[in-house]
């Protein structure tokens, strides 16, 4: 059984930058037609997909948090990280890392998320 588990501190200081990590078991993110992703949910608001991580490392993100975002991958852990920088309140959202088969889709597999609020 695939599982997800996000970690992370869910307290951030604005104009710092988030690091947030997803444990994965029962499955290797480098192997299979997956794609690894963050996806976020501000409070009122809608899943928004931030970026994705393929199977060979490849990366890509949405356009609003390209200047921002980056995701890596630790593969001896099997984890993959995001990190958001220049954080704002705004970026405060229950964060979710996920699988799916499709590179941008909110409709995968997910971890239970985790909050994150930006505040000073």
């Known amino acids: 059984q695939v599982q997800l588990q996000e970690s992370g501190p869910g307290l951030v200081k604005p104009s710092q930058t988030l690091s947030l990590t997803c444990t994965v078991s029962?499955?290797?993110?480098?192997?299979?037609?997956?794609?690894w992703m963050w996806i976020r949910q501000p409070p009122g608001k809608g899943l928004e997909w931030m970026g994705s991580?393929?199977?060979?490392?490849?990366?890509y993100y949405t356009a609003s948090l390209k200047s921002r975002i980056s995701i890596s991958r630790d593969t001896t852990k099997n984890q993959f990280t995001l990190q958001l920088a220049s954080v704002t309140p705004e970026d405060t959202a229950v964060y979710y890392c996920s699988r799916a088969q499709m590179a941008t889709t909110t409709n995968g597999l997910r971890g239970q998320g985790t909050q994150v609020t930006v505040s000073s």
């Open positions: 991580i393929s199977n060979s490392g490849n990366t």
């Open positions: 029962g499955a290797s993110i480098t192997f299979g037609i997956y794609y």
